[in-house]
């Protein structure tokens, strides 16, 4: 497809890797990046036709770096394990002449939370860079929210999305939470962010108000109220792991 080598990274994916690659079935070059999976994720994935790396997990930045450094085509498509390419886009990508100007690629990502789509809140207008010319892409440096930074024009891709179910239950949106937290809370400690009981305060209570009022979570009905709940939450306990980091 359009040479392009599509990059997912995994750990203990068994449920899901299946799904991301089968999405995949038109690229030329599938990658996965496996970071010590203590499952079936790379036999998997590699019964499926993936080129499987097995590495050290050294952050996701670092990570993804090495990903784009294996791709032997010029252009790159960034897919999570908890994701899948639908038919339109894959119909897209058929179609699309990569020879223009844009060295990237947003694509509208649809978020399910625990089985059912969200189109309000945060997660409702949702669009991914996931599309890159590699030789005009660079990832920063940092613990979280890494993203791809592209040195030219960019577009989108309006045909079609990226399904994420990102909640197939609340036991791992906490595993999550937990994890994704402490890389941020690493990273506002190293940036110089210090400890404050009005940010505890205040940043959860405005993180609820804009996912459930300002962004229309409440049309969600429970599972708007539990995205906002559970960002706020998300919110709080980043400043309290920095107040941890700080006093250790």
């Known amino acids: 497809m359009n040479n ?14 299946a799904n991301a690659i089968a999405s995949l079935k038109d690229f030329s ?44 085509n010029e252009w790159v498509l960034f897919l999570d394990a908890d994701e899948a390419l639908d038919d339109k886009l894959n119909q897209e990508l058929r179609r699309i002449s990569l020879a223009g100007p844009a060295r990237g690629y947003f694509i509208k990502r649809d978020n399910y939370f625990i089985g059912q789509k969200i189109k309000h809140s ?15 892409a660079s990832i920063p440096e940092v613990d979280i929210h890494e993203g791809v930074l592209i040195n030219g024009p960019t577009g989108r891709l309006v045909t079609g999305c990226i399904k994420h179910h990102t909640v197939p239950n609340l036991f791992r949106y906490l595993e999550k939470t937990n994890e994704y937290t402490s890389l941020e809370a690493k990273q506002k400690t190293r940036e110089g962010r210090r400890f404050s009981a ?26 708007g109220l539990a995205i906002a709940g559970l960002s706020a939450l998300g919110r709080f306990v980043v400043m309290a792991k920095i107040r941890e980091a700080g006093s250790g």
Do not use: C
Request: aromatic fraction near 12%.
């Open 122 to 136: 945060r997660w409702g207008n949702d669009w991914q860079l996931r599309l890159f010319h590699k030789g005009s």
């Open 29 to 72: 070059e599938v990658i996965v990046m496996d970071s010590g999976s203590t499952d079936r994720t790379v036999e998997i994935a590699s019964s499926l036709g993936a080129i499987v790396y097995q590495t050290d997990w050294p952050g996701y930045a670092r990570q993804r770096q090495r990903a784009i450094s294996k791709a032997n």
């Open 4 to 17: 392009i080598t599509a990059i997912i990274i995994a750990r203990n994916e068994e449920q899901n890797i």
């Open 198 to 223: 009005f940010r505890l305060l205040w940043e959860p209570l405005a993180e609820f108000w804009k996912l459930y009022i300002v962004l229309q979570g409440w049309r969600e009905g429970i599972r």
